[in-house]
Every structure is written in C-alpha cells, then in structure tokens.
C-alpha cells in the first residue's frame, strides 16, 4: 500500500497534553512566574488517560498540563506586566550599582502593577461560582490577618486581610447567616449560608505562630494576593445585597484587635433603611400529598432556622477577659445578643460588669470571687452548644467548674448505622422538646441498653444451641457407627424424642439468606468485585461503630465503677 | 622693650579686630587677646603715674576706635536680630560697670582720661561720652597717655644717662634719684606694708605701688585666668549661618550677575531630558493609580459568554469537614488508646486515618495553638495548584441491584437438600462411586483395596470384594439388561459381576462375558492381555482381568454397555486412552499421536463420539469418522472431571483452579458459563439422567447442586441456577469430596468424600 507512513505521537492525546516545562518555554516564562500564573489563572495540571501515549513512549513521570489551557494563558496580559516586572528589578539592579539615585527613585515611582479584576471575572463569571469557592480564600485571609509583622509577608497585605475579615463577619453579624461553629483543636470553625451556599471557614486560635520553615510563603503570598481580591469584590456585592455601605463606615486606625472588636460592636450604616426584614414568606400552593408533606417539613424547617436567628435575643452577656472574645463577641452579636467586655481588656465595652441586666457572664476560670446572683456564670463552650443546638442549653453542665459535657462536630450528620455518641442523642431529644430528666433517664437509658444487648446475646445464644443440637446429634450417630464398625453390639436404647420448635419466621429468614448466597455466586466477576468492595466497606463502618460504641461502654463502665468506689 | 609692646598692642588691635568679626572663633584666643589688653592696661597705668603726654600713635588708636566702632555696630546689629531687648540691656549694664572700674583703677588717670576725650571730642566727636569712655577702658589703645616719648627702645640705652626720656613737651624726663641701698631696701621690705605690691616701672625708672584690682588681676593671669573678672567664657554662641532665612543679609553684598540669567549646563540638561521625553526613553511620572484596592460589583452584568470555557473545568474540592475527634473536648470514645496511639506513631503520616492525634482539654483556655496550621493550610494551597483533578465518577449503586434475579430455588424443586444416608465402612479415601442404572445398588472403590456394594436405600453393605490394590475408578455398566461393574486399580482393568439383579439380568451378564471366545486367538501381541480369572476371585465375583502396561486412572462405559474405555495417563506415549471391547475381548488404541495428558473420557450417550479431557482442553472424537470434529477450550488450568449431559449437546468440566465451565456444543468452543462457586479444587462433576440438575464436587467439603435447564428451543439458552450447597463431609488430608453421581431416577446425589464415607443426599 502507498501512501505516507503515519507518524507515531502525531494526533491524538500525544497532542492534547504538554509538559511543563514545554509549556513554561512556551510561555516565556520562569518556574516561579509560571507558578504565579497558574495560581492566580486556577490552572492546574491533568492526569492523562493513557500517561504512556501522552509521554510519548516514555514512562518518566511528568506533569502534563492541558494544551488548550497553555494557549489560554498565552492571551494573558498579566504575562506581560510579569516580563515587565522582570526588566524593572534589572534596571533597578543596574542604577543601584551605578549609585545612580535619581533614575533608582524614577524607576521605582514607575515599578509596574497588575490588577486581577478581570482574572477574578474569568474564573468566576457568576457570582454564586464566586461564592461556593471561597471557602479556601477566608481561611487563608483568617490565617494571614493573624501574622505579626515578621517579614514573613508585606505588612500591606495583613492589613488588607485584616480588614476584609473584618468586612465578612460583619456581614455575617450583619445578615445573621451563621449556622454552625465547632470548636477543634486546629482553630475554630465556623460555617454560614450566604446566598444559599454553605461556606465553612476556620479561624485559627490568637497566638503567635511558630513559623516552619519548609513552608514556601510565596506561594502563599500569591493565593492571598488572589484571595483577598476575590474577597474584597464579594463583600462589596454581599454588603449591597443588604443595603449596606461598602467598604464600611469603621475608623481603621486603630490597632489590631481593637479594631476588630470595636467593629464588630458598632453596627453598621445602612444605605436605605430597610423596613423590618422583609422575609419572604413561602408561598402557600395548592398541593396534595407528599408534596404537602414536603412543603410542611419546609415550612418547620424554616421556622426553626427563624428560632435560631434570634438564639440569644434578650440575653445581656458579659464577656470576662480570660475567654477568647472575638469569637464569642461574633458569635453573640450573630444570634441577636448583647455583649460586653471590661473597659480595661480592650475598647469598644458597652456596659461594666456591675449592670444589673446582665443574664450571663462568661467565665473560664475554676472559680470567681465576687459573683451576682442575677446571672449565670458559665463556661463558653455553652455559647458555641446553644449554637449547634440551635436552643437554649440548660446552663446546669456549663456552671463554673463544673467538668464540661463533650463537644461534639455540629458537620457530622449520622446516617441509621454509624454511632452516635449518647451526648448528640441527648441533645436531639432537647430539640424534639423533651423534658431532660437527668440521672433517671440515664439510667433508664442504660437499662434499655442493657436489655437490648442481653436480647442480642440470647439471640445469639439461640443460634448456639440449634449448632449444639445438630452437632450433638451427629456426635451421637458417629458414636454408634463406630461402635458398629467396631463389631459391638449396640446398647439398644430406645430415647424420648425431643420436638424441634421450628421458628416459621426464622426458617424463611434462614431460607431468604441462602437463596442470596446462591444468587451472589452467581454474579459476573465484575459485579461480584464491585459488591465485595461496597460490602467491605459497609462492613467497616459497622466494626468501626461498633468499636467506638465498645470503647464508650467500658470508659463508662470505669466511672460508673469509680463512682462506686468513691462512695 | 618699648617697641615690642608697640608692637604687641598693634597685634592686639588686629585680634581683636578679627575676634569682633568672627565671634564664634575659640575662647583660647580670646584669652589670649584679653591678656594682651590687661597688659594695656598695666603699661596705661603705670604711665599714668608719669606726666601728661599727647598721643602719640594716634593713627593706630584711631585704628582701633574705628574698628571697634565697626565692630560694635555689626555686633548690636546682630544683637538685635537675634537676642531680645534684655540682651541689649545687659550690655549697657555692663558697660556702666565698667566704666565704674576705671574709676577707681586710679583717680590720676582719671584726668588725663577727661582730657584726652575732649581732645577726641574735638578731634571726631561722631561718638557718644559713655562709649568713648567705654571703648578706652577696654581697648588697649592707650598709647596716648604714654608720658615718655621714646617708643619702643630698649631702656638700658639710657643707662648712662642721668633722664630717661622726653615728655611731650621735649624735656627730658630725669631718672628718680635712687638713694636706697641694700639695707634701706631691707627696712623698707620690713616696714612697708606695700612692699610686696611695689614694682618698679622701667620706663619711668620709679616704683609703682599696684592697686588691689592690680593684684587681682595678676593673681587672675597666673592662675590662667580671664583678666576680667567680670567676663563670662560661656556666652551663648551667635549662629548667623543657620538655615533660617533672615530679614536682612548677612552681607550686604550685592548678587552677581550670573544669579539673574540662566545657566546653559542647566539648559543642556533640560534639553537632554526632553529629548529623552520626546523619543520616549523616559517615561513621564506615572499619575497615581489608586484603583487597585477598589472594589466594585464585579457581577454587574453576568453574560454567560465565558462560561463555555468552564465545561471542562474542575471546581477544587473542598476540605472535608471536621468530625467528632478533632475537637477540644471529644467524647471519650473518640480519644486514642496506648495502642491506638502507638500504632499512630508507627504509622507513616500518609497512611494514618487521621492526620493529628485526638486530645482533650478540660476548658477553652487550655487549648493550645495547633502547630501544624500553616502547614496545613500551604498543603492546600499546593493541592490546588499542583495536584491534577479528575471527575471520578462514584458508583451509586445498591449493592442489592447486583444480585441477579434468578428464579427461586424453591420453585426449580425437587434437587437434593438434606443428608439423609451416610454409607460408612470404608477404612480409606473414596475414590469412586457408581450407582447401577437400576438405582439400587451403589459400588465403591476406595483405597484401602476393597470395592463396596451398598444397597442405597438401607445403607447396608451387601458386599465387599477385596481387590487387592487402591481402587481409582468404579463404573456400573449402564445397560440395564447386564449387571457389570468395571473396576480400575493399578494397571488392571477388572470386570466384576456382582450377582446383584435378577437371574434373566446376571444370566445375559454372563453370556456377555462368556461368548467371545474364538477371537481370542487374534490377540496375542498387543498392549493388553485379556484373562479370565479363576479361583478365588472368581467367587468374589471377579470375572475379567485386563492387564494394561500402565496404571489405569479411569474407566467409563459407553451406553450401549459393551465398549469400556480406559485411561492410562502418560505424558511421553500415544497409548493414553484404550478402548475394549467386552463382547468380543479386544482392546484397540484410537489414537496415533499425544496430545496432551489425557485426565479423563467419556462416550457420547447417544451418538458415535467420544469425549477426551486433557489439561487444557476437550477434545470430540468422531468415532465412526475417525477425526476430531471440536476442540473445547476450557480456559482453566487442569481439567479434573468431565459429565456429559445425557442429552449430549452439553459438557461440564470440572477443573483445579475451583472452576466449573459449561460447554454448550453448539454454540462456541469457549465455555458457555464458568461458575466459580467452590473454594478449592473441583474433584468431580456429575449431570442427573433425567432432572435438570447437575453437581460438582469439591475439596472444600461441599457438594453444589445446581439447576440446569436446557430448552429444546435452540435459540434459548441454558439457565443454569445454583440451588443448593450441600455440607456433610469433613475435609482430611486437605481434600474433601473426590466423587460425586445422582441417582438414575431420583433427584438423589452421592458423594464420597476422604473421611472414607459416602453420603445420600436427598
């Protein structure tokens, strides 16, 4: 046959992918400007298919990023002011080397900037796309808003992360659109519905952090320059979502963390004085069925999240200076409720502790000396279960000294089969509006417990004795072949027959399993794979609760024993 | 000595001079200066003593007066610019103190001072009588009441001579008569008080009794001191070079020319820069953009123009939520053990099920920053830009929907569900197992050399033939109108006749093993050798001796009942596989050439074929045709058993790699079905006469019975529905069942198994 031999690696994927290094020569670019604009252009590397065909034959491991996104990046403008930039620290280089100070001052008056309005725009050319993906930028803008002034950043861009934060919990106060909030040993989580999208940020705790140093601040440099310009342009859409001016009306110049606080106590200047919340009511249409369900599930559901908005409303708390007060001063102001602090910790206090008014103080110390009787002292973890809970915690297990109840993830939701700890089940019972019976109810509840455990194991027990029955009576036939086999003469002995109790339900139940072992035999290879694994699986997460519920057991049975022993 | 002082004053004229136009130089000078004057002062004085005198220098002390006019003008100028009023004050305070000084330094003098100011009063009269008294008391400028004439001569010049001078008048000035000797000089030190403060004046020759002021004064000189008592070292300094542009110039100099027009380096620079502007070398300032830190509502107009690219892009996952563990205060349940912890330890940090270690804090303040935050957070940061995204598409399935829907077992019944006889008495493994077409009697080989005959229904043994050898195949003849049993062990083929049927049966048996006499003699050279047993055996029923050169694995009986063909597995020779016929005694090889280890054969039940089992494969003999007519691939390693279906168009194999693969004849050479039920190896394989059922038995201890029916409808295929898994035997020496058959008419199975027992399952 004629014709041009075909290539090898000339069409198909071998075309669609290019390394990255091609793709840096390609762009012109060094690894650390290519990096910078993969960053900020969200451009990350892909797994071909068949990595051998793409690699041409070689099996070298190698990034490969899609051709079509280099060339994307080719039209780029910020490429250019990045070989700019480039050419202005050479010039600069070169006029500080010649002590040249007039063209070192021309040059830096002139040093080139770029701007990422349009990459944001690109990347996200909706605003809801903006939103579900901001999740990464707040924390990173928390994490940077908590650096001091180490070097390790420009102190410009702590000062904008600080400001913006400040911007997204005053909106948040402002909206009253927190859900959640957590409590970890990594900082504290918090979780809002802004425009219908969960976002969940995580606040570390206030110390100083111990920077490492196999950790590349550049990178991280670039995400936040990313970050806080996606930010900055969603908080000015959310603040105008609510009428509200943007950037805020908050005197910046105070410090750090008195800035943060004093914004957070001064409420905010609205554009147009919007009536009352105008909330939209859900329509009423004329529904039958599950629909109807559905819609009144709605309506519960809704109203419950209307309770929790107005969580503390009415409450006056007074924040002591050992608790960690931006985070409770937030939370406070996020569920309608008053909050102060003592002059001398920081400004921005509204009332001493002396108020009358004042229902709960928040103390996290073993014991207080001068106490009001009017008002609760309590421990804020409170604050963040009441939250969770979306009701007011009895504050009985949150009194000073008192060994606090465990904090639990409000993001877990347990689906029927994982374990749930007996403190989320209490707590679910609290929402349902039962009463809390304390030490009965926990007994009784370990009765139950106990009982069902004993059904389990009679259950077993069961199972046990139909084996033994059978086994017996197989023992009993091997003895007499024997004693045929061996020539003797039987004991004739005629023995009472007993009457097998056949359990209808446990018969069909046995019969329907069988009927599935044989059916999975006969399942294709692939199907049978696939089941294995989910049933693996399914099976893991059994033994794991089973674990978790065992390791409860016996820690409980300890105290409940140390109990005793005290006593 | 007079000239020297002269020139001394002039010196001092001239420092002083300098000193009030550069008030800032250094006190040393100044002292200098100062002790200079005080020196004036002396000579003046002493001078003073002498008669009056005109001045003689007079150039030089209107030198003096001029320049201190001069100086005094520039310094009240100053004084004025930059100290206030008191400053001003104080200077005339001064000056009146000074003037009280002179006063009392000596009365005489104070005439001559008189005089000579109103000679200068005649003379300049441009100045004030306090400054003029003023500027004399501080000037050295005394020169004027010198009362001697001769200047600045060495005095000893005059020694011989009886005056020592002129006054001004031109008359001589006589030396004061010096009477005094040594002892005057003596009683005057004893009885003056003065004494000590007398001074001769070399000029005037006479003795000069100093003031107190005077001894002051020297007293103040030698100890290094300001002449003036009165004069402060440590005046403020005047800075009159200082950035703070002044009313009035410090010069009054006036600017020069080239201050007014412009310079032509400048315009040569100026060019240069706007050429430079001009061919855009450099740029102009750039105007301040300030709109980099401002924010305004990007998403005003949403156009869904950019979406297109967004098809293929992957939003980044998000960070997974935390649970219950990573709180400060978990339930306990949640918090590590020692192992727990211990094997978090071991572990490496990408294999660990959580990345920290729970802990719990009994209150907030207790906890502690988390050291691996930033860690954490640049680890993100590196996922979302270096790790490649991929759409993984998660199986959503319940793995209920897996399950085939196959018929339920309970309605493809009847097929064997329970153990309901065990047939025990052997001492070794079971080999073998047949069951006679009539159903009544079941035969078995085992290896302890006895071949068993067990009625099926009692369990009984009726009979029991030693052989004297591992019995490895049982095969009843499944003609029902003989009642024969071939036996293979070792290289022998044995024909039995058990006598277990009715006389009409056993009587053709016999005929069938009696007739064929005269072909005998054809035989003679060939593999095997036919012999008729005698004796003892014969009573046990042995009638045929087939004595192979091998040892035999299998028999199998063709339908008809009359060929017997016998396995002889060998990988190095074509004689694998015999057949014999029994009515006329003669054995033949069907096969020229090896192909392969011939593991077991079977005939075809109704048609001229014949099955042969090698490792691999299956191979069909046409037997009329003498050629291959399909090879079966079994697709399993090592073919252990073989059943073919009685209707003939289906074949199972049973393999050691635990697989059971259904061949349908008429449709490919690849196995329709392979089930993979058993654990272990399949031992052997059986299908029923006349229930769709089918059983394999395996070293795993279990006998599967499984439904498989075959449609007439050619179109449809077999379906094949495991229904029942059959336990009874007990697994010895790691195999379990070795052999399996259904009964000819129920839907009974036996299996025998290595616990040397064989079980009925109905």
């Known amino acids: ?567 | 000595m007079e000239e020297s002082s002269s020139s001394s004053t002039r010196s001092a004229a001239q420092t002083h001079k300098i000193k009030e136009k550069e008030p800032q130089k250094g006190g040393k000078k100044r002292t200098k200066a100062e002790e200079e004057e005080e020196e004036e002062l002396f000579n003046f004085k002493s001078k003073s003593t002498e008669e009056e005198e005109e001045d003689e220098d007079l150039s030089d002390s209107e030198d003096s007066i001029f320049s201190g006019l001069e100086d005094s003008g520039s310094d009240e100028d100053d004084d004025d610019e930059e100290l206030s009023d008191d400053g001003d004050e104080e200077g005339l305070d001064d000056g009146e103190l000074k003037l009280e000084q002179t006063q009392q330094i000596g009365i005489e003098t104070k005439k001559e001072t008189e005089e000579t100011g109103e000679t200068e009063e005649t003379e300049g009269g441009r100045t004030e009588k306090a400054k003029q008294e003023d500027e004399y008391v501080h000037d050295s400028s005394d020169e004027e009441d010198i009362r001697n004439t001769v200047g600045n001569v060495p005095m000893e010049w005059y020694r011989d001579f009886p005056h020592i001078g002129y006054n001004l008048d031109g008359k001589k000035i006589y030396k004061p008569i010096r009477n005094k000797d040594e002892l005057d000089d003596f009683l005057d030190k004893m009885d003056n008080p003065d004494y000590w403060r007398t001074v001769p004046d070399k000029q005037t020759g006479s003795d000069v009794v100093l003031s107190d002021e005077q001894v002051q004064l020297v007293n103040r000189l030698q100890r290094g001191q300001f002449g003036d008592a009165n004069f402060n070292e440590y005046e403020p300094q005047v800075e009159f070079f200082s950035r703070d542009v002044m009313l009035h110039p410090v010069t009054n100099r006036p600017a020069d020319k080239r201050s007014f027009i412009p310079s032509l380096i400048e315009k040569e620079k100026v060019s240069k820069l706007v050429h430079a502007i001009k061919m855009g070398w450099i740029k102009p300032r750039r105007v301040e953009d300030d709109s980099r830190g401002r924010y305004y509502d990007l998403w005003a107009n949403e156009d869904s123009s950019i979406l297109a690219r967004h098809k293929m892009h992957l939003p980044a996952p998000k960070i997974p939520l935390p649970g219950h563990q990573e709180s400060y205060n978990p339930p306990p349940e949640y918090l590590f053990t020692d192992e727990e912890r211990a094997l978090w330890e071991q572990q490496d940090p990408c294999d660990r099920k959580l990345p920290f270690v729970p802990r719990k804090f009994s209150s907030l303040r207790q906890v502690p920053a988390f050291s691996r935050f930033i860690h954490e957070r640049f680890e993100r940061c590196l996922d979302l830009y270096l790790c490649p995204r991929q759409r993984k598409m998660r199986v959503n399935v319940n793995p209920e929907d897996l399950i085939p829907k196959l018929p339920k077992p309970k309605d493809l019944q009847p097929f064997p569900t329970t153990q309901s006889l065990v047939y025990r008495g052997h001492s070794g493994l079971v080999r073998s197992i047949s069951v006679s077409p009539s159903g009544q009697w079941l035969a078995s080989g085992s290896d302890d050399g006895s071949v068993r005959f067990w009625e099926v229904c009692s369990s009984r043994c009726l009979k029991t033939v030693q052989v004297g050898g591992a019995v490895k195949s049982v095969a009843w003849n499944p003609n029902p109108s003989v009642c024969l049993l071939a036996v293979a062990l070792d290289s022998v083929v044995l024909i039995l006749s058990p006598s277990l049927a009715d006389r009409q049966v056993v009587l053709s048996s016999e005929r069938l093993l009696s007739a064929p006499q005269e072909a005998d003699a054809n035989e003679g050279a060939g593999p095997v050798t036919w012999s008729e047993t005698e004796g003892e055996e014969l009573n046990h029923g042995i009638r045929l001796k087939i004595q192979h050169p091998k040892a035999v694995q299998q028999v199998s009986w063709h339908a008809k009942g009359d060929y017997v063909a016998s396995v002889m597995p060998d990988h190095s020779s074509n004689l694998q596989v015999l057949i014999h016929q029994l009515s006329r005694r003669r054995s033949q090889n069907p096969f020229r050439k090896n192909k392969g280890l011939v593991q077991c054969v079977s005939f075809h039940p109704v048609r001229p074929y014949f099955f042969v089992g090698t490792q691999r494969s299956v191979r069909i003999y046409n037997l009329v045709k003498q050629e291959m007519t399909k090879k079966l691939q079994a697709n399993s390693k090592w073919i252990s058993s073989m059943a073919v279906h009685p209707g003939g168009d289906h074949v199972i194999c049973g393999s050691y790699d635990c697989r059971l693969s259904w061949f349908d004849l008429d449709l490919s050479t690849k196995p329709y079905k392979m089930l993979r039920h058993h654990k272990k190896a399949v031992r052997g394989v059986a299908y029923h006469r006349l229930y769709p059922l089918f059983a394999s038995a395996s070293d795993d201890g279990t006998v599967i019975v499984c439904h498989g029916t075959v449609y007439n409808d050619l179109l449809q295929n077999p379906l094949i529905v495991p229904v029942k898994v059959l336990r009874g035997h007990e697994i010895t020496h790691d195999l379990g069942v070795l052999d399996v058959t259904f009964h000819p008419t129920q839907p009974w199975v036996f299996s025998s198994g290595a616990d040397a027992t064989i079980r009925l399952f109905t």
């Open chain 1, 1 to 567: 046959m004629g014709g041009l031999q075909k290539k090898k690696y000339e069409r198909g994927s071998a075309t669609n992918y290019i390394t990255r290094n091609k793709a840096r020569k390609k762009l012109q670019l060094s690894l650390p400007d290519f990096r910078r604009l993969c960053i900020l252009k969200g451009i990350y590397p892909h797994e071909p298919k068949h990595k051998k065909k793409v690699n041409k034959g070689s099996t070298a491991p190698r990034t490969f990023y899609l051709l079509k996104d280099i060339r994307f990046l080719l039209h780029e403008p910020i490429v250019g002011k990045f070989r700019e930039y480039k050419v202005f620290v050479r010039k600069l280089k070169k006029a500080y080397g010649k002590t040249e100070w007039s063209s070192v001052e021309r040059l830096k008056e002139n040093k080139p900037a770029y701007k990422l309005d349009h990459i944001i725009k690109e990347r996200y050319p909706s605003f809801i796309d903006a939103l579900r993906d901001i999740d990464d930028a707040l924390c990173m803008c928390f994490l940077f808003s908590t650096f001091a002034r180490t070097g390790k950043c420009h102190v410009q861009t702590i000062q904008l992360c600080r400001r913006l934060t400040v911007e997204w919990m005053n909106y948040v106060i402002a909206s009253r659109a927190l859900k959640k909030v957590f409590i970890s040993i990594k900082g504290i989580y918090y979780q809002a519905e802004a425009m219908g999208q969960l976002i969940t940020w995580l606040v570390p705790y206030q110390f100083s952090h111990d920077h490492p140093t196999d950790v590349d601040y550049r990178v991280m440099a670039t995400f936040t320059e990313f970050y806080t310009t996606l930010l900055g342009f969603i908080n000015f859409r959310l603040y105008h979502s609510l009428n509200l001016l943007y950037p805020p009306k908050v005197s910046w110049t105070l410090k750090q963390s008195q800035m943060k606080l004093s914004a957070l106590s001064a409420s905010l200047a609205r554009v147009v004085s919007t009536a009352e919340e105008d909330e939209a009511e859900l329509d009423q249409f004329p529904v039958d069925g599950e629909d109807m369900a559905n819609m009144e599930a709605r309506e519960k559901e809704q109203k419950q999240e209307e309770a929790q908005k107005k969580l503390f409303e009415g409450l006056k708390f007074f924040l002591n200076r050992e608790v960690p007060r931006e985070s409770l001063a937030f939370l406070i102001r996020c569920f309608g409720g008053e909050v102060s602090w003592d002059k001398s910790v920081c400004i921005g206090s509204t009332y001493e502790v002396k108020d009358e008014t004042i229902t709960h103080q928040i103390v996290d110390r073993p014991n207080i000396d001068k106490q009001y009787i009017n008002r609760y002292y309590i421990q804020p973890q409170w604050v963040y279960d009441c939250v969770n809970a979306k009701i007011i915690l009895p504050v009985e297990d949150y009194f000073l000294g008192v060994t606090l109840p465990p904090h639990l993830s409000p993001f877990v939701e347990e689906k029927d089969g994982d374990y749930v700890p007996p403190e989320k089940l209490k707590i679910m019972a609290l929402q349902r509006g039962e009463k809390p019976a304390h030490e009965q109810e926990d007994e009784e509840e370990e009765e139950e417990e106990d009982e069902e455990e004993e059904e389990e194991e009679e259950e077993d027990d069961n199972e046990e004795e139909g084996d033994d029955g059978e086994e017996a009576e197989e023992k009993n036939l091997k003895k007499m072949e024997e004693q045929r086999s061996q020539g003797k003469s039987l004991s004739v002995k005629v023995t009472a027959g007993k009457v097998k109790v056949e359990n209808p339900a446990r018969l069909e139940q046995e019969e329907k399993a069988e009927e599935k072992r044989l059916a999975i035999m006969m399942m294709k290879k692939k199907e049978k794979y696939l089941y294995d694994k989910i049933m693996f699986g399914k099976k893991r997460k059994v033994r794991e609760a089973n674990k978790l519920a065992a390791k409860r057991k016996a820690h409980d049975d300890a105290e409940k024993s140390k109990k005793k022993a005290r006593k």
